[in-house]
T-cell receptor, first 111, second 114 residues
Framework: QKEVEQDPGPLSVPEGAIVSLNCTYS??????FMWYRQYSRKGPELLMY????GNKEDGRFTAQVDKSSKYISLFIRDSQPSDSATYLC???????????FGRGTSLIVHP | DTEVTQTPKHLVMGMTNKKSLKCEQH?????MYWYKQKAKKPPELMFV???????INESVPSRFSPECPNSSLLNLHLHALQPEDSALYLC?????????????FGPGTRLTVT
């Protein structure tokens, strides 16, 4: 079992839909969680990071962490074609600054 | 400003060439990283510099040689590469290695080894 599991997709949704992207993890020491967006042939862009369970909101994006279930989510409201990209989750334990990445989910938002 | 810059954007080199990749950040970050990314895979850590000293080398072949001339700059020197080294090379930085873990990535250098 990999430390971080993420469905590679692709996930195809119509414009305006609410998108839910998820990762599960097995290492209970993980306590710092990040979401990156990566467009094709570009570097990953940090979208959200959070240190605690609960929700964190930034514009159309909401990051949710449930440490008891070892499950994190990224919600995108009112999705746009420009949101089409690969979304990577990443997480670290308190004693390590090296993130463990999920394999990424490919999202396609069609007009 | 959360920008990490990388040059060149694209590089094609032969197996006998010597070339260098460059990375720069002006966020005052004290940790800098080199990653390698193959298509449809997550980034794979190569090196970590902390306060300009090499902190981690993930068993990377010696044909890759990192250098950190100062706290803002990171280089990756390439020599005698193999075709399987073709990939997107990403530089990243973070504030430090204790307490602030979020990493900011550059746009990458797409390397093709012929």
């Amino acid at each position: 079992q990999k430390e971080v599991e993420q469905d590679p997709g692709p996930l195809s949704v119509p414009e305006g839909a609410i998108v839910s992207l998820n990762c599960t993890y097995s290492n209970s020491a993980f306590q710092y969680f990040m979401w990156y967006r990566q467009y094709s042939r570009k570097g990953p862009e940090l979208l959200m990071y959070t240190y605690s369970s609960g929700n964190k909101e930034d514009g159309r994006f909401t990051a949710q962490v449930d440490k008891s279930s070892k499950y994190i989510s990224l919600f995108i409201r009112d999705s746009q074609p420009s949101d089409s990209a690969t979304y990577l989750c990443a997480m670290t334990s308190g004693g390590s600054y090296i993130p463990t990445f999920g394999r990424g989910t490919s999202l396609i938002v069609h007009p | 400003d959360t920008e990490v810059t990388q040059t060149p954007k694209h590089l094609v080199m032969g197996m006998t060439n010597k070339k260098s990749l460059k990375c720069e950040q002006h966020m005052g970050h004290r940790a800098m990283y080199w990653y390698k990314q193959k298509a449809k895979k997550p980034p794979e850590l190569m090196f970590v510099y902390s306060y300009e000293k090499l902190s981690i080398n993930e068993s990377v072949p010696s044909r890759f040689s990192p250098e950190c001339p100062n706290s803002s700059l990171l280089n990756l020197h390439l020599h005698a590469l193999q075709p399987e080294d073709s990939a997107l090379y990403l530089c990243a930085s973070s504030q430090d290695l204790a307490g602030r873990y979020e990493q900011y990535f550059g746009p990458g250098t797409r390397l093709t080894v012929t």
